[in-house]
T-cell receptor
Framework: DVKVTQSSRYLVKRTGEKVFLECVQD?????MFWYRQDPGLGLRLIYF???????EKGDIPEGYSVSREKKERFSLILESASTNQTSMYLC???????????FGPGTRLTVT | AQSVTQLGSHVSVSEGALVLLRCNYS??????LFWYVQYPNQGLQLLLK??????LVKGINGFEAEFKKSETSFHLTKPSAHMSDAAEYFC?????????????FGAGTTVTVRA
């Protein structure tokens, strides 16, 4: 069974902290994605990666960075967390544009 | 970038009634089209997708959707709602040409099923 796992389901951090969200997929997928999900806004793409060490900005990259050192792992980094980054973060992976994206269960991040 | 519009942020249906969720997109090129479902406290799960071929596609749990190019629509239907269909549904679109890997999502429609 295909699987995308995320390091935490719930996370509470303080303003200004550095936050790491990790995502691992076991499907040997080339592409990995980070989204944030907010009520009424759907999913918005933060960053994606189409190969190891390769990354592309999505629609809302400000305040975030990413790292992909191994094919199966894609990390999202909040350099200095702010309250407006309180959200649900979803990781996904797929083989290519015509293929479905497989999603992890999400990390609900609260920044206080 | 694609624009995806889901008409109605909330839909309430009676158990056994038709479920109809509307999705329109803006695209001048052939798209790939997807419907995803999200149950509470879970990630998104694919319901169905259209890439090429038959414009009426069937998915899991009795859902189906029809791609209508002239209307730039990909509406999702289920003939008879079940309590387990209560969830949030997202329409998503990606461009079939070029190497754009990105999916554009609609804002989502929350479905409530009344007993």
């Amino acid at each position: 069974d295909v699987k995308v796992t995320q390091s935490s389901r719930y996370l509470v951090k303080r303003t200004g902290e550095k936050v790491f969200l990790e995502c691992v997929q076991d499907m040997d997928h080339e592409n990995m994605f980070w989204y944030r999900q907010d009520p009424g806004l759907g999913l918005r793409l933060i960053y994606f990666s189409y190969d190891v060490k390769m990354k592309e900005k999505g629609d809302i990259p400000e305040g975030y960075s990413v790292s992909r050192e191994k094919k199966e792992r894609f990390s999202l980094i909040l350099e200095s967390a702010s309250t407006n980054q309180t959200s649900m973060y979803l990781c996904a992976s797929n083989l290519g544009p015509s293929y479905e994206q497989y999603f992890g269960p999400g990390t609900r991040l609260t920044v206080t | 970038a694609q624009s995806v519009t889901q008409l109605g942020s909330h839909v309430s249906v009676s158990e056994g009634a038709l479920v109809l969720l509307r999705c329109n997109y803006s695209s001048s090129v052939p798209p790939y089209l997807f419907w995803y479902v999200q149950y509470p406290n879970q990630g998104l799960q694919l319901l169905l997708k259209y890439t090429t071929g038959a414009t009426l596609v069937k998915g899991i749990n009795g859902f189906e959707a029809e791609f209508k190019k002239s209307e730039t629509s990909f509406h999702l239907t289920k003939p008879s709602a079940h309590m387990s269909d209560a969830a949030e549904y997202f329409c998503a679109v990606s461009d079939a040409l070029g190497d754009d890997y990105k999916l554009s999502f609609g804002a989502g429609t929350t479905v409530t099923v009344r007993a």
